[in-house]
């Protein structure tokens, strides 16, 4: 009996080491792809602020100054009567240089077709107003929509948009700095995956 037992104990121990030799390669692989993504993004990210410095120089000592900037990419679509679109970034903490990888996804309703593509960079000149996005997240209505159009004054940020104080936003689009905001219906959140 005691050997029928130690038997099955040595089946059960090979069955476990297969499953787990099996099963290292798949998470090295996704650690891999994992690791490309990350690298895309801080990639993209160099190349969106190294695009917005050449069109707006201040914005480079804005942004070492700001508690923290965010940067994002997106591809959007509409068709008809509805749209959306969605898209990958990052936040980056000046202070202690802690990335967080984010998405964005926008939906928007209205009469229309077109593609199109833009990049985002926010400024957060203050810690809580950071943190604020990169823990909760932010949505961006139509109203605030709006309120942004409003906002964008003053020499420090000339060509950004104000969503709220101390919160500027760039848009950059192929043809460089739009001065109309576009990314009306977008929500802001932590990507699960990447973090």
Do not use: C, H
Not at 73 to 88: A, E, R
Not at 116 to 121: D, E, G
Not at 136 to 147: I, M, R, S
Request: aromatic share 10%.
């Amino acid at each position: 009996m005691e050997r029928n037992g130690f038997f099955v104990i040595k089946i059960a121990m090979a069955i476990l080491f297969g499953m787990a030799v099996a099963i290292l390669p798949l998470q090295a692989e996704d650690k891999e792809k994992i690791d490309q993504k990350k690298a895309d993004i801080s990639k993209m990210a160099e190349e969106t602020l190294a695009s917005l410095y050449k069109t707006k120089p201040s914005t480079k000592q804005n942004i070492a100054d700001a508690a923290g900037y965010a940067v994002f990419s997106s591809f959007g679509m509409k068709l008809k009567l509805v749209g959306g679109g969605s898209g990958k970034g990052m936040a980056v903490d000046n202070k202690t240089k802690q990335e967080t990888f984010m998405k964005m996804a926008e939906l928007q309703a209205g009469l229309g077709f077109g593609v199109k593509k833009f990049r985002l960079i926010w400024i957060f000149e203050k810690q809580d107003d950071l943190n604020k996005f990169i823990n909760t997240g932010v949505e961006l209505t139509g109203q605030t929509t709006a309120a942004a159009k409003a906002g964008g004054e003053g020499k420090a940020f000339a060509g950004a948009i104000s969503i709220s104080p101390g919160v500027w936003l760039y848009q950059l689009t192929d043809e460089g700095l739009a001065l109309d905001f576009t990314a009306k219906g977008t929500k802001y959140f932590k990507d699960k995956t990447l973090n």
